[in-house]
């Protein structure tokens, strides 16, 4: 497949454990945010979003939490699985702004 | 992938040449997005339109053009292909309204020799 990030970073965890995935986004202004999953060979695929007026918000195995102070955001995977080893991609958008901005992206790597 | 294809998947040229990208889809979506994925940059965007024959730069447009003369259609064309060019070309799409979520299609890799 693609070759998404030669030095990208990474993060291997044991099947079955929980997996925090960070990002740092760049501009203060922004108001929405979006994690996405690339497995090898494919395009990205939405995982779950999050808007500014919210602090953490919860999907099937997986919770994104944003800290507008220093702006962070990370997103928790429950009971990771093989099948969630991928590249996973941070998004962020501002109001008004078709321009979605991504981050480098971090590997995720299941191990049996 | 949402209702979306992208053809070719694959495409290696030569430096000088024109390639043309196309993005397909099926959704009717008002909204289509053309970026670019390299190692170390993520993904960039390159254009979008946000309707028929309506389109706007993104923030690496510098080297493409695009065309929407359909809704399902979104071309990406680059005039004199380059070695920098180089990259795999993802289309992705968006509905109107308050949802600002994208959808990607399966991308191309293009390499140019």
């Known amino acids: 497949g693609e070759s998404v990030g030669l030095h990208l970073p990474t993060l291997s965890v044991q099947e079955g454990d929980n997996s925090i995935i960070n990002c740092a986004y760049s501009n203060s202004a922004s108001d929405y945010f979006i994690w996405y999953k690339q497995e090898s060979g494919k395009g990205p695929q939405f995982i779950i979003d999050i808007r500014s007026n919210m602090d953490k918000r919860q999907g099937q195995r997986v919770t994104v939490l944003l800290n507008k102070t220093v702006k962070h955001l990370s997103l928790q995977i429950a009971a990771t699985q093989p099948g969630d080893s991928a590249v996973y991609f941070c998004a962020e958008n501002m109001g008004g702004s078709e321009k979605l901005v991504f981050g480098k992206g971090t590997k995720l790597t299941v191990n049996p | 992938d949402a209702g979306i294809t992208q053809s070719p998947r694959h495409k290696v040229t030569e430096t000088g040449t024109p390639v043309t990208l196309r993005c397909h889809q099926t959704e009717n979506h008002r909204y289509m997005y053309w970026y670019r994925q390299d190692p170390g940059h993520g993904l960039r965007l390159i254009h979008y339109s946000y309707g028929v024959k309506d389109t706007d730069k993104g923030e690496v447009s510098d080297g493409y053009s695009v065309s929407r003369s359909k809704t399902e259609d979104f071309l990406l064309t680059l005039e004199s292909a380059t070695s920098s060019q180089t990259s795999v070309y993802f289309c992705?799409?968006?509905?109107?309204?308050?949802?600002?979520?994208?959808?990607f299609g399966p991308g191309t890799r293009l390499t140019v020799l």
């Open positions: 992705a799409i968006r509905a109107p309204g308050t949802t600002r979520e994208q959808f």
